[in-house]
């Protein structure tokens, strides 16, 4: 399966959160980022992962994205809009990742469990 990132043909870049070069982002902003950026590194990671380990880090992460709470500062909802993203988008955007994932992923494994002259006998 090809990692073609999150959104399909958008591109994430740090300029998009406001850390342009020669600007001053606060480390409060900085540590959200990469608290961010770890959630999603999990979830994407992760998601169909088989072992005990990794399927906590992936349910740990979409616990985390789908939490509405903003009690914490940490929170996903408090982190989006600190850096101006906008977080039902986000999720849309992970869901859509996700299900691509898993058809490209079920049309691997299906691959993989046919003989290639067979699936060349049946394609033609």
Do not use: H
Not at 41 to 69: H, I, P
Not at 108 to 114: D, F, K, L, N, Y
């Amino acid at each position: 399966m090809t990692d073609r990132g999150l959104f399909e043909p958008d591109v994430l870049l740090r300029d998009q959160f406001g850390v342009r070069s020669g600007a001053t982002v606060s480390r409060e902003k900085r540590l959200m980022l990469a608290v961010l950026e770890n959630a999603l590194d999990s979830y994407q990671k992760y998601v169909f992962s088989g072992d005990s380990q990794g399927r906590q880090m992936y349910d740990e992460a979409v616990e985390w994205l789908e939490s509405g709470n903003t009690d914490w500062l940490f929170s996903y909802r408090n982190i989006c809009e600190t850096l101006d993203i906008n977080p039902d988008y986000l999720r849309r955007g992970l869901e859509g990742w996700r299900q691509r994932a898993a058809v490209a992923r079920e049309a691997e494994i299906q691959a993989a469990s046919v003989p290639p002259e067979i699936a060349s006998a049946v394609l033609g």
